[in-house]
C-alpha cells in the first residue's frame, strides 16, 4: 500500500506477471574504519546518496566516530542548507551507518551500544 492509493489512478491494478523480471537496485552508504570494520545503512534515494557524496563525504575522511553526539552535531553545522529536509536525511542516513560501524568495532548490537549510553 502506498498513501497514493486512496486514488483510483495509483492503485495497482491486479493482473498477469510481467513478462520480463524487473531488476531491484538499492542504494546503500559503507562507512569503513581504516583497516576496520564497515557500518551500512539503507536503502536511501538517489538524492541522499549525491548529497553524502558531495557534501559528507569530505568532511567524514580521517575522521573519529566518536563521540557520536560531536560528530553528528558537526554534520550538522556543516552547511545550513543540510539542515533539513533530504539534507537532514543524509546526515541521519551517515548517522546510522556510524552507528553500525561502531557496533561491529564493539561486537554488540546497536541497541545496547545505545542502552549502555543512557544507563551511563
Known sequence: MHPLHIYDEFRVRPGPPPQTPIPIEACYVEVAA????????????????YLIARKLRGF????????AERLWDQLYRLDRHMQTGLGMMAISAVDNAL??????????????LLAERVRG
Not at 581504516?34 to 546518496?49: I, K, M, N, T
Not at 561502531?102 to 541497541?111: F, I, K, S, Y
Open 60 to 67: 567524514l575522511v580521517g575522521r573519529e566516530v566518536d563521540p
Open 99 to 112: 552507528w553500525d560501524l561502531r557496533g561491529h568495532a564493539a561486537g554488540l548490537p546497536v541497541c545496547r
Open 34 to 49: 581504516v583497516g576496520g570494520p564497515s557500518g551500512w545503512y539503507g536503502p536511501l534515494y538517489e538524492e541522499q546518496a
